[in-house]
């Protein structure tokens, strides 16, 4: 990642004596000789300590407890004062803060994109086509040069591409109406109408992007392949969906190894065009920002639990949601079967279950509704250890962050 780097912080709670002068700036001294940088610092005396001959003093720094500056300190003031402890103490990822720094991003694939796998177990339908993987690499660098404010760029789909498409299309569109929630069912017409989709043409995704953008805020950015959940996740932050736009092999149509142009209009798309399913969706995406790679991981099983395999309560029945049952006829159909185990949502179980990717889903998760589901997420969200907040400002697109000083973290672990 050419934006990388990681943020350090640690949180600290001291006692320093009450009414002796100078006492804190000599506690605070250290860390200016070690060219530590404070963040917040709150001197403020606790109920208990109101005649204490002593003080509570809670301070914020840009380091980390095992940087060799911030041990001579954390040695000094134990020396000195009468009561150090750290609250805590976080190495952050780097992660924008405004669209354009997705830029930074080196789309670096974990897999897909223009090389493909000859996996022995699963191999690629397209591994031994020369002429697709041509292809792919053409539309792969023509992703890796789109940059923030670009249009993107429109492809001339070939007559063969097209049939593949026009094969997916008709295979899953007669089971829309019956499987499909109504969120989606209602979106598709509005598609057809403004973003192209008909079972004759790939939609372009300039066109797809304008629509979105016009009833949610999302808009779509072309990708070479399969990104990092980090990137991924922290581009929907700004309500930037990712999408490919090469399409899976003509040879067989109705299975992908990897996200391709159909899984991603078909499946991911019309559902970012309602409202309460696009605020679920960012959620997701402000949690990974700066998340630890443990956090990032539960996020991934939390997405795909809910964005890529979800499943919800509809008319006294259960309908699909999730984009990898919308873009494959036969997970569709299977998912509403009486095989698979059925489960209410809830993040505090998806984020721990490990799951298949090379075949149906033994286990779905049922959401009341999205509203609901983005509730319990949040609940979720709430639990876990996270040294700051962030905040969206849909007006500049940018996000703020807000550090939780040590007496914010220090109450935390009192509750």
Not at 206 to 235: H, M
Not at 385 to 409: C, G, M, Q, W
Request: charged fraction near 25%; proline fraction near 6%.
């Amino acid at each position: 990642m050419k934006g990388g780097g990681v943020r350090s912080k640690t949180s600290l709670q001291l006692s320093v004596e009450r009414g002796s002068p100078g006492a804190l700036m000599a506690a605070l001294a250290p860390f200016k000789e070690a060219g530590i940088r404070f963040t917040d610092i709150q001197n403020r005396a606790l109920a208990s300590e109101s005649k204490a001959r002593h003080a509570t003093v809670f301070i914020d720094v840009e380091a980390h407890v095992d940087d060799a500056g911030m041990k001579r300190v954390l040695g000094f003031l134990g020396s000195t004062l009468p009561h150090v402890s750290v609250v805590g103490s976080w190495r952050t990822p780097w992660f924008p803060t405004e669209p354009r720094h997705l830029d930074l991003l080196d789309q670096q694939c974990l897999t897909a994109g223009e090389d493909l796998l000859d996996d022995a177990e699963n191999p690629h339908p397209g591994f031994h086509d020369e002429v697709y993987k041509a292809r792919r690499r053409e539309i792969a660098a023509s992703a890796r040069s789109h940059r923030h404010g670009m249009k993107i760029a429109r492809m001339r789909y070939t007559a063969q591409e097209v049939a593949t498409w026009t094969a997916v299309y008709d295979n899953l569109a007669h089971l829309f109406p019956g499987h499909a929630c109504k969120q989606y069912n209602a979106a598709l017409p509005l598609f057809a109408e403004n973003a192209g989709f008909c079972r004759t043409e790939l939609p372009q995704l300039q066109d797809v992007s304008d629509y979105v953008e016009s009833a949610t805020g999302f808009t779509i950015r072309p990708v070479a392949g399969l990104l990092s959940s980090r990137d991924f996740f922290n581009a929907m932050a700004f309500r930037i969906f990712y999408s490919t736009q090469y399409i899976r092999h003509h040879s067989q149509p109705l299975y992908t190894p990897e996200p391709d142009v159909v899984h991603e209009i078909l499946g991911h798309v019309p559902m970012m065009a309602d409202p309460d399913f696009a605020d679920f969706c960012q959620k997701i995406g402000l949690a990974s920002l700066g998340a630890s790679d443990e956090m990032i991981e539960k996020l991934g099983r939390c997405y795909w639990y809910s964005v890529e395999f979800g499943l919800c309560k509809e008319g006294g029945g259960v309908r699909a949601y999730g984009a990898g049952l919308l873009s494959s006829a036969g997970e569709l159909k299977y998912c509403l079967s009486k095989e698979p185990k059925l489960l209410p949502w809830d993040p505090f179980v998806a984020a721990e279950m490990p799951f298949p990717i090379t075949k149906y889903q033994p286990t779905y998760f049922v959401a009341e509704d999205f509203r609901d589901a983005a509730k319990k997420f949040e609940a979720w969200l709430d639990a876990q250890d996270r040294p700051f907040s962030v905040e969206y400002h849909p007006h500049t697109k940018t996000i703020r962050t807000f550090p939780k000083s040590a007496a914010e973290l220090l109450g935390e672990k009192r509750k």
